[in-house]
C-alpha cells in the first residue's frame, strides 16, 4: 500500500505532492480511464516518470489520492472523532454513560462540523474523486471506507442508537443513521441545486452559519418511536 502524505507535508512543493493534487483534480473531473500519465505529468509540472517513481503506476497513483483524502479528512474533523471514540472507550470502561442529552450533543457538534467542512471550497474537488468512487468502487473505494467512513459511521451510529433506544447494529439504526449523514452530505454534493434554491451566489461565512445550524434540527428529530396509548 502506498505511504498516505502526512496533513503536514500534503500542500509543500515536491514532485509527490505536486502529483498527488494534481491527480485529485483530474481523476475527480475525467475519471481514471480519461486522464493519461502524460497529462498528469503535465498538469503536476512534472517528469514523466516522477509517476512510476512514488507511485509505480498510475494506479497506484489513483490510490494514493485516496490515502491523501483520508489524511486531509482527518486533518480536518479527525480530532472531533478521536474525542467521540475516547468518550465511548471511556463510557465502556465503566465511566459516566452517555446518555441522550450528551449524545445529542455530540451529533450536533459533529454535523456542524461535516456541514462548515462540505461548504469549504476544497472539498468540492474532494467530492467529485469520492462522488466517483461511489458510483464505481474500486479499492480506493475500500481504502477510504476502512480508513475513514467506516469508523465515522460506527460512531455515528452508537450515538443515533442511544438516541433511539436501540440496539446500534440494528437496522432501523443503521438506515437512519446513513439518512442523517446523506442529509449532511447533501450540501456538498448538491451544491448547485441549493445555490439556485436559496438565490445564493456563493456559499460565505452568512450561508455557512445558516447551513451549520441546520445539524441540530437534524439530530433533534432523531427520538425513539413511543407505542401509542389503547
Keep these: 500500500m502506498t505511504k498516505p502524505s502526512s496533513p503536514d507535508t500534503a500542500h509543500n512543493d515536491g514532485p509527490r505532492e505536486k502529483l498527488l493534487l494534481a491527480a485529485l483534480e483530474l481523476f475527480g473531473q475525467y475519471g481514471f480511464d480519461g486522464v493519461s ?58 465511566g459516566q454513560p452517555i446518555d441522550a442529552d450528551e449524545a445529542r450533543a455530540i451529533l450536533t457538534v459533529l454535523g456542524e462540523t461535516m456541514l462548515t467542512l462540505f461548504a469549504d471550497d476544497e472539498s468540492a474537488v474532494w467530492v467529485r474523486y469520492m462522488v466517483r468512487e461511489q458510483a464505481e468502487p474500486t479499492e480506493a473505494y475500500d481504502r477510504m471506507y476502512t480508513g475513514f467512513m467506516q469508523p465515522m459511521l460506527v460512531a455515528v451510529r452508537h450515538l443515533v442508537g442511544i438516541l433511539l433506544e436501540s440496539d446500534p447494529n440494528c437496522e432501523r439504526v443503521r438506515l437512519r443513521t446513513l439518512s442523517l449523514v446523506g442529509s449532511l452530505i447533501v450540501y456538498r454534493v448538491g451544491r448547485a441545486t441549493i445555490l439556485r434554491e436559496m438565490e445564493w451566489s456563493a456559499v460565505g461565512p452568512a450561508e455557512v452559519a445558516a447551513i451549520r445550524g441546520i445539524a441540530a434540527e437534524l439530530v433533534a428529530s432523531i427520538h425513539p418511536i413511543r407505542e401509542s396509548a389503547t
Design 37 to 94: 500519465t502524460r497529462r498528469l505529468a503535465e498538469q503536476a509540472d512534472v517528469n514523466l516518470q516522477a509517476i512510476n517513481y512514488y507511485f509505480g503506476n498510475k494506479r497506484g497513483l489513483y490510490n494514493a489520492v485516496a490515502d491523501y483524502l483520508i489524511c486531509r479528512l482527518q486533518a480536518r474533523i479527525g480530532e472531533r472523532r478521536k474525542l467521540v471514540l475516547g468518550r465511548f472507550a471511556e463510557a465502556q470502561s465503566g
